[in-house]
Nanobody, 125 residues
Framework: QVQVVESGGGSVQTGQSLRISCKIS????????MGWYRQIPGKSRDLVAG???????????NYANSVKGRFTISRDTPLRTIDLQMNDLKPEDSGLYYC???????????????WGQGTQVTVSS
């Protein structure tokens, strides 16, 4: 069984920093992509930052335009844990942050998607 577990988050003031982490565990062939999504009430979950498999053991890094230069995502090898360092936080960064993993359960299977339970980030002005 595959599990995605998040940690970190909390409440800070504008300009401060937070770090959130996500770890995937269980039985699978490969993590194809892993990233952080933000959701605010009444809206869909949007990608904040993540890694996607680019072939030849390489992963591409993706950031939402709104966080470039402020947020940094990092990972371990093989891809099992991702960390999101969030600096110079703004009130518009607030939301429920979800970790999502796209996984190949076996070499020949199609992609499966797993979500974490979400962690709240609140930035006050």
């Amino acid at each position: 069984q595959v599990q995605v577990v998040e940690s970190g988050g909390g409440s800070v003031q504008t300009g401060q920093s937070l770090r959130i982490s996500c770890k995937i565990s269980g039985n699978f062939y490969r993590v194809n992509a892993m990233g952080w999504y933000r959701q605010i009430p009444g809206k869909s979950r949007d990608l904040v930052a993540g890694f996607s498999f680019g072939g030849n053991l390489l992963y591409h890094t993706n950031y939402a335009n709104s966080v470039k230069g402020r947020f940094t995502i990092s990972r371990d090898t093989p891809l099992r844990t991702i960390d999101l360092q969030m600096n110079d936080l703004k009130p518009e960064d607030s939301g429920l942050y979800y970790c999502r993993a796209e996984v190949l359960l076996t070499y020949t299977s199609s992609l499966d998607f797993f979500w974490g339970q979400g962690t709240q980030v609140t930035v006050s002005s």
